[in-house]
């Protein structure tokens, strides 16, 4: 049984192909999701003429700011098309965590946004005409944004993009904030304008809390937090590789949908360069077998006799 546990020496990186399915896939989810949320805007806006309603002014509002958060990821996905340059030798697969801080940073603001005003509407009196048309317009907001969610969030799970399922997220929030309005219409039909705010308040804690779980996963990828069930899958499929005696040290981060992969690996001694570079190459091909095409996988080997310390250690950093 292979052991895992630090070493240094030989290095080979692979930085694979550009990403080309998975991006056309997000890309099209990012196209059907600003589609179908101008399309619920409109739908939305056109009620807003005839109702003259302030909290369905308010969530045709956020669906419209919704639209251009999806096309922040848009911009994201199409700049992770472009090819590695001089100063940015692993390609530009990171904008996506950062467009996916961004997304997150709109759910957060809409959920301070659905608790300020949510407050503020206790004890205010509330004006709707039309409640049925705010109604209707409630759930149009509702299942627009449920459907582009759904596609987003099947899509950005598919092709392994954080952005992407930040952003799916973000529409299901958001239409749970449009069911606010149809709760709004019902309370003015009932004689019971309060249960706007109720419901308003509770909306903005859902928002809040889809925030910090989306939040979670972005900035757990911004801070090269390595997957456990990632790193097991690679120590597996190690196993199926022979001429090495252990792993020291196996390290992973997240480049948008690419994964970084360094490991420093012990070989026997007596190998030459020729060899120990053929088993440092069959390593990479059955790490990049299971990891996205545009990934890349860093191997240093270092020379290991049993019963001895590995020889070369990594070089300590000097103090400042």
């Keep these: 049984m292979r052991r895992m546990g ?9 930085a694979g192909s550009l990403p080309s399915g998975s991006t056309a896939e ?18 939305q806006a056109a009620l807003l003429l005839v109702s003259g309603s ?7 509002l956020h669906n419209g700011v919704d639209v251009a958060g999806t096309a922040i990821v848009w911009i994201a996905f199409a700049l992770s098309r472009r090819a590695p340059s001089a100063g940015f030798k692993y390609g530009y697969h990171r904008v ?22 949510s407050f503020r509407a206790f004890g205010a009196t509330s004006e709707f005409g039309r409640p049925g048309l705010v109604f209707a317009a409630g759930l149009i907001g509702f299942l627009g944004n449920e459907l582009v969610a759904q596609y987003k969030l099947r899509i950005g799970r598919r092709i392994g993009s954080a952005a992407l399922i930040a952003d799916g997220q973000h529409s299901r929030a958001d239409g749970f904030t449009s069911l606010g309005v149809v709760a709004a219409a019902i309370g003015i039909m009932l004689s019971a304008p309060w249960l706007d705010a109720v419901v308003g308040l509770g909306i903005g804690l859902l928002i809040a809390w889809t925030a910090v779980q989306s939040g979670r996963e972005v900035l757990l990828r911004l801070l090269d937090h390595g ?18 005696d252990h792993i020291n040290d196996l390290r992973v981060r997240h480049l948008g949908r690419a994964v970084h992969v360094v490991a420093q690996v012990c070989m026997p001694a007596g190998y030459s360069l ?10 990479r ?36």
């Design 26 to 43: 997000g890309v099209r989810a990012l196209k059907f999701g600003v589609a179908g949320l101008g399309v619920t805007t409109v739908a």
């Design 274 to 283: 020729a060899g120990a570079h053929a088993v440092a190459e069959d390593l």
């Design 54 to 60: 302030v909290a369905l002014l308010g969530d045709t």
């Design 96 to 117: 996506e965590d950062l467009a996916g801080l961004v997304v997150v940073a709109l759910i957060a603001a809409s959920a301070g946004l659905v608790l300020f005003e």
């Design 227 to 244: 997957d456990p069930a990632l790193l097991h899958e690679l120590e597996h499929k190690a196993e199926e590789v022979s001429g090495f």
């Design 6 to 14: 630090a070493l240094h020496g030989h290095s080979h990186s692979h």
């Design 285 to 320: 091909h059955a790490w990049l077998d299971i990891l996205p095409a545009h990934s890349v996988v860093d191997i240093h080997a270092d020379p290991f006799e049993a019963g001895t310390l590995t020889l070369h250690r990594p070089a300590p950093t000097p103090a400042r």
